[in-house]
């Protein structure tokens, strides 16, 4: 129902839809001019790739996000599964010694599982996503502590290797392999939304659940998989936490449902669902990372004030969304 | 009445376990002039709990929901701390705090009602946001107080009562009144199950909205209070920390629905008893500490299922399967319910 209404309305040649990422990623050039402008050493590329390096594993999380809440759900269990994965694969390794192509598979099976699990009581039970979620939330930050309560070290060497690994890209600059493994989910995931059946219903149950059931798409069948796919990124994005940290602990990646969700909603993707692109929730990301570049490179300005700016970006982005819906039903 | 039967019975599980494990549990002493007790414990620590929960309540009723709560906590209790060591009196730096709480309250109204943004998105604002401010109230620091009249609030006594029950007490009794004896209720409920029907028969809906916005965050501004002076000091980081979910989770628990339109201040002070008794239980029953988000999570998606008529229809089918309505009807059904939104 929102596609529709948003995409008959035009700004000149720019289809509506289009707007919000079209906002996000002006936003995202004007900090970077700004910063540059501000900043000595600031405007160079490596810059915005270190946003890429620092901010993998949210990207990752982020996308299973934006699968999520496309279908008019949300998942809040994202960062107590990414916690818990780090958690399963430091222990696993340390303990009995397990090599990393055994843990890394098992902690992406769990994490699936979870979300299959998560997303089977939502559609069987007619239970709120918001509350399964939570459970699911509580869950895996439990499990987190039942393993252990202090921050185990990873010294595996694939993992350390992983981790110190630089891929060289042209002129000095470059990213680390997990910015590789971003970006390969992100363009799988955005081949899945747009060009295939799933991507089709996730984007049609959002718009509207009962129009989706009356053109016969699987609804159900695609609810249960947007929360196994979210679940399967979180346990991706604490594999990439895990080569960042190196490291497993119950309280890494505590409130990053809140960054994730808070990226998809500044990248344009309605959280009523049905409307909204990956590319923005890419643009999100690396908005919030520059807002802590920002502030690192200010150098006076004291961590609160990251918490600030994003509540004050979320409040921009949410008033244009509404704008732009309120003028198109005219 | 029978909404409430499987939270008051989860309850008195809840509570017999106890029993079960300190024979003691029942006891009430008066010691030194003060109530203490196993019971009176659980009272006291969710005080806090069940005044968000009360304001909480209200918020669902009207189909919306309060994710800022726990950090209006945090910047309540930061303002009134910050005052109080600046040598404001303690009724100041009470009332600064609650204002302060009240227009974030109505703030988060005039963005739900107002703009017209999805109360999840508007009140996320404040939440993210709100911790920020927080932490700019305290200075990224632990205030700490020591006023004895401040510590009155979260740690005191009146004729043998902690203070705090007291608070909820009242706060609960004057809910009560204006939702169940005045017309109140009635028009929240009808805005929770229609506001557009509600403002073309003459409710003021957006007034509504915003005033239950406006209580929910009075409330979580006296639990901020409460909690800060507790430990006489004002933590901006972690006051009401995750107190939100907390609060959903006993208003659901309670069998408030979160599509809104119903709402029962009973069975969310019921559901806010469950969840601090669930933590009492967890220490007294020798649960291991690290394991308490896991038990947490079992009781509340065991009680979630309870309450699910989809799920109890499966479980406690007693014919045999009927076979499945036509599609069609189904889909009526549904499309039905869909238009009640």
């Known amino acids: 129902m929102v596609t529709e209404r948003v995409s008959a309305f035009t700004v000149g040649r720019v289809p509506a839809k289009y707007l919000p990422v079209l906002v996000t990623g002006c936003l995202f050039v004007a900090m970077f001019v700004v910063g540059g402008i501000r900043y000595e050493g600031f405007a160079s590329g490596q810059v915005i790739l270190n946003v890429f390096i620092d901010n993998a594993f949210l990207l990752v999380v982020a996308v299973g996000m934006t699968f999520v809440i496309l279908t008019g759900g949300i998942d809040l269990s994202v960062g107590s599964v990414v916690a818990l994965s780090t958690m399963i694969s430091a222990s696993l390794m340390a303990g009995p010694g397990w090599p990393p192509y055994l843990v890394i598979p098992l902690v992406l099976v769990i994490g699936s599982g979870l979300g299959l699990v998560m997303g089977y009581i939502v559609h069987a039970f007619d239970i709120q996503p918001f509350i399964v979620t939570l459970a699911g939330m509580f869950l895996a930050r439990g499990l987190c502590y039942t393993i252990g309560t202090d921050s185990i070290p990873i010294e595996d060497p694939t993992f350390t290797a992983f981790a110190q690994t630089r891929i060289d890209l042209f002129a000095d600059l470059w990213i680390s392999p997990s910015v590789i493994v971003a970006v390969v989910v992100v363009l799988v995931a955005a081949y899945v939304l747009h060009y295939t059946r799933l991507g089709r219903s996730v984007y049609a149950t959002g718009g509207s659940e009962q129009s989706a059931l009356l053109m016969g798409l699987p609804v159900g069948r695609t609810k249960i998989t947007v929360y196994t796919i979210s679940g399967f990124c979180s346990a991706l994005g604490g594999v990439l936490l895990s080569f960042y940290m190196l490291s497993g602990y119950g309280l890494h990646a505590v409130g990053m449902e809140l960054d994730a969700i808070a990226a998809v909603v500044i990248g344009g993707t309605l959280l009523t669902g049905g409307s909204g692109f990956l590319f923005g929730t890419v643009l999100g990301v690396l908005v919030l990372g520059l807002i802590q570049t920002v502030i690192s490179f200010e150098g006076t300005l004291s961590s609160w004030w990251t918490k600030i700016f994003i509540g004050m970006l979320l409040f921009v982005f949410i008033l244009l969304q509404r704008l732009f819906s309120a003028r198109s039903r005219r | ?341």
Not at chain 2, 32 to 53: C, E, K, M, N, T
Not at chain 2, 69 to 96: M, Y
Request: charge should be positive; charged fraction near 10%.
């Open chain 2, 1 to 341: 009445m029978r909404r409430l039967l499987w939270p008051a019975v989860v309850l008195l599980l809840l509570l017999a376990l106890n029993v079960f494990f300190t024979p003691s549990f029942f006891s009430i002493q008066v010691r030194q002039g003060h109530l203490y007790g196993s019971l009176i414990d659980i009272l006291r620590f969710g005080a806090p709990l069940i005044l968000v929960s009360l304001g909480m309540t209200l918020v669902i009723a009207t189909g919306g929901i309060d994710l800022s709560v726990g950090s209006v906590v945090a910047i309540s209790g930061a303002l009134a701390c910050l005052q109080i060591s600046q040598d404001a009196g303690v009724f100041t730096a009470v009332a600064a705090a609650l204002g302060l709480c009240l227009l974030l309250g109505a703030w988060n109204g005039f963005l739900v009602a107002g703009v017209g943004i999805q109360p999840i998105i508007a009140t996320l604002i404040l939440m993210v946001g709100g911790r920020g401010l927080a932490q700019l109230i305290t200075g990224g620091q632990i205030i700490t107080v020591n006023s004895p009249a401040y510590k009155v609030i979260g740690g005191g006594y009146l004729l043998t009562v902690p203070f705090g029950i007291l608070i909820v007490i009242a706060v609960l009794a004057v809910t009560a009144f204006l939702t169940r004896r005045l017309a109140l209720g009635m028009l929240i409920e009808s805005v929770g199950g229609n506001a557009e029907a509600s403002r073309l028969a003459g409710i003021r809906a957006r007034g509504i909205i915003i005033m239950v916005y406006a209580f929910a965050a009075l409330c979580a501004g006296v639990a901020g209070l409460m909690i800060s002076s507790n430990v006489s000091s004002a933590d901006g980081n972690n006051a009401g920390l995750w107190i939100e979910l907390d609060a959903i989770l006993a208003v659901v628990i309670g069998g408030t629905s979160l599509s809104g339109g119903r709402f029962s201040l009973g069975g969310t002070v019921l559901g806010a008893l469950i969840i601090q008794t669930l933590t009492t239980t967890i220490y007294s029953i020798g649960v291991p500490p690290e394991t308490t988000l896991l038990f947490k999570a079992l009781v509340v998606t065991a009680v979630c299922l309870i309450q699910s008529p989809s799920f109890r229809e499966k479980l406690f089918r007693r014919r045999p399967a009927p076979p499945n309505p036509p599609i069609q009807t189904r889909i009526r059904e549904e499309a039905g319910a869909a238009h009640g939104d």
